[in-house]
């Protein structure tokens, strides 16, 4: 797995992310591209911000038995699977306000380092390791950028 606490891995992500325009088309999928960048942009959010509500107690204790190892392992996720209500983008969003602000994350996770993020508990899944947060970031990146075509 990449690793975006990389500078080299997070100059590539945003080469990709800067080739999307606000027209650009999904090879799979429903969300348009300012959707799509607004949707990645709520991993940040949950990262760092303080904006979606938390899950419930139970919920957590569903996600960290059942949903968790899918988003925090290597495996690439497969094209068209279920998103959590809070990563549903349904109106238009401003596609170069949406994409500044993914770069700035990127870059904000980058420079915070592994080190900032290891046992650093996640908004959904508990308490996670500099592997499971840096897959968490890339693989979800990756596969909408390539939803994307880059």
Request: net charge positive; glycine share 4%.
């Amino acid at each position: 797995m990449n690793n975006v606490f990389d500078i080299a891995v997070v100059n590539k992500l945003i080469e990709r992310i800067q080739q999307l325009h606000a027209n650009t088309q999904p090879k799979w999928g429903k969300m348009s591209v300012d959707q799509m960048l607004a949707h990645c942009n709520v991993t940040y959010e949950m990262a760092f911000e303080n904006k979606h509500a938390k899950p419930s107690i139970l919920l957590q204790l569903i996600l960290k038995l059942i949903v968790k190892k899918t988003v925090v392992n290597d495996t690439p996720y497969k094209h068209s699977l279920k998103t959590a209500p809070a990563f549903i983008i349904q109106d238009a969003k401003n596609f170069e306000e949406e994409r500044n602000r993914l770069i700035d994350y990127i870059k904000k996770t980058q420079v915070l380092g592994a080190a900032y993020f290891d046992g650093k508990a996640s908004h959904s899944f508990g308490v996670l390791n500099k592997e499971e947060w840096n897959n968490m970031f890339y693989k979800h990146l990756d596969h909408h950028l390539s939803q994307f075509g880059v």
